[in-house]
C-alpha cells in the first residue's frame, strides 16, 4: 500500500474507548525517556493523568482491526497545572505521549512504525457484552492488560482532536486525528476496572500509584476519524 496518496488516513464507523486515570507526576515521568522535551498535563499539582484508550477501526485503510493505547496526557504547549487541562478540554483537544501502542494489523503495525509511533503487533481482543465492552491485550503470549469499560448512553454527538507524541531518532514528533463521533457517551468518577498482566510491559506499571478510579470514561461509536502524518515539533519553555 502506497500511504503517500492516501494521505491523511480516513477511518469510519470507529469505536473509540478513552480512560483517563491520574497518577502521582513524579511516577509519570520516570515511565518517560529521559530528556524526552514533553511537558506532562496535570490535572492538579503533583497528579498527571494516563490514558488507556482502545479502537476498533470497522472500516480503515487496513481494513477491520483492532488497537490499544497506553499514554500519558502531555504536550509540547507551555503547561500550567489545572489550567491547561481546562484549555485543552474546553478545545476538545486530547493530546497524549504514547508509551505503548498495540495493533492487531501488520499494516498497521508497519505504517505506525515508519511514522516512529511505537506500535507492536499483539493480539487484541475486544468484547462487548451488554452494557460493558472488555479490551484485552496479549503480547509475547503474555497478558499486558485487560480493561472493561462501562458503556453509556451514547446520546449526543461529538467532534474532538487526539493528538499523539513520540519518538523518532531522538526527535518528538506530532501527530493530529480530528474525529467525528456520531454516538458519544462519558461517566465520570467511574466505569472501568483495569487489570495489569505478567507481561513486563503490564508490570510496569503496578507500583506506580495509578488510581484505580478513573477521572473520565469517553465512549465514541460510529466516528469518523482522519489521521494525519506526524511532524516534528519544538517544544515550548
Known amino acids: 500500500m502506497n500511504t503517500e496518496?492516501?494521505?491523511?488516513?480516513?477511518?469510519?464507523?470507529?469505536?473509540?474507548?478513552?480512560?483517563?486515570?491520574?497518577?502521582?507526576?513524579?511516577?509519570?515521568?520516570?515511565?518517560?525517556p529521559a530528556g524526552t522535551p514533553i511537558n506532562l498535563v496535570e490535572v492538579f499539582p503533583g497528579r498527571a493523568v494516563l490514558v488507556i484508550s482502545f479502537s476498533h477501526y470497522r472500516e480503515s485503510p487496513f481494513g477491520d482491526y483492532t488497537e490499544a493505547v497506553i499514554a500519558l496526557m502531555a504536550t509540547h504547549?507551555?503547561?500550567?497545572?489545572?489550567?491547561?487541562?481546562?484549555?485543552?478540554?474546553q478545545e476538545s483537544r486530547y493530546p497524549g505521549f504514547v508509551l505503548h501502542m498495540f495493533v492487531s494489523n501488520p499494516a498497521a503495525q508497519?505504517?505506525?512504525?515508519?511514522?516512529?509511533?511505537p506500535r507492536l503487533l499483539?493480539?487484541?481482543?475486544?468484547?462487548?457484552?451488554?452494557?460493558?465492552?472488555?479490551?484485552?491485550?496479549r503480547y509475547e503470549d503474555r497478558l499486558v492488560f485487560s480493561v472493561i469499560a462501562d458503556r453509556p448512553p451514547t446520546d449526543r454527538t461529538r467532534e474532538m482532536q487526539l493528538e499523539t507524541?513520540?519518538?523518532?531518532?531522538?526527535?518528538?514528533?506530532?501527530?493530529?486525528m480530528p474525529c467525528n463521533a456520531q454516538?458519544?457517551?462519558?461517566?465520570?468518577?467511574?466505569g472501568a476496572q483495569v487489570e495489569w498482566g505478567n507481561h513486563p510491559i503490564g508490570?510496569?506499571?503496578?507500583?506506580?500509584?495509578?488510581?484505580?478510579?478513573?477521572?473520565?470514561?469517553?465512549?465514541?461509536?460510529?466516528?469518523?476519524?482522519?489521521?494525519?502524518?506526524?511532524?516534528?515539533c519544538i517544544i515550548e519553555r
Request: aromatic share 6%.
Open 5 to 32: 496518496t492516501t494521505l491523511p488516513l480516513q477511518f469510519d464507523n470507529t469505536l473509540c474507548v478513552n480512560i483517563a486515570l491520574p497518577l502521582p507526576s513524579h511516577q509519570a515521568r520516570a515511565l518517560v
Open 77 to 89: 504547549e507551555r503547561v500550567i497545572p489545572v489550567m491547561t487541562l481546562a484549555r485543552l478540554t
Open 110 to 117: 508497519q505504517v505506525g512504525a515508519a511514522w516512529g509511533l
Open 122 to 137: 499483539a493480539a487484541v481482543q475486544l468484547q462487548e457484552q451488554g452494557s460493558t465492552t472488555r479490551c484485552t491485550v
Open 165 to 176: 507524541y513520540s519518538l523518532h531518532n531522538g526527535e518528538l514528533l506530532h501527530a493530529v
Open 183 to 190: 454516538a458519544y457517551g462519558r461517566k465520570q468518577g467511574e
Open 203 to 232: 508490570q510496569r506499571f503496578i507500583g506506580t500509584g495509578i488510581s484505580p478510579q478513573p477521572l473520565m470514561v469517553r465512549y465514541y461509536d460510529q466516528m469518523h476519524a482522519e489521521l494525519h502524518a506526524p511532524e516534528p
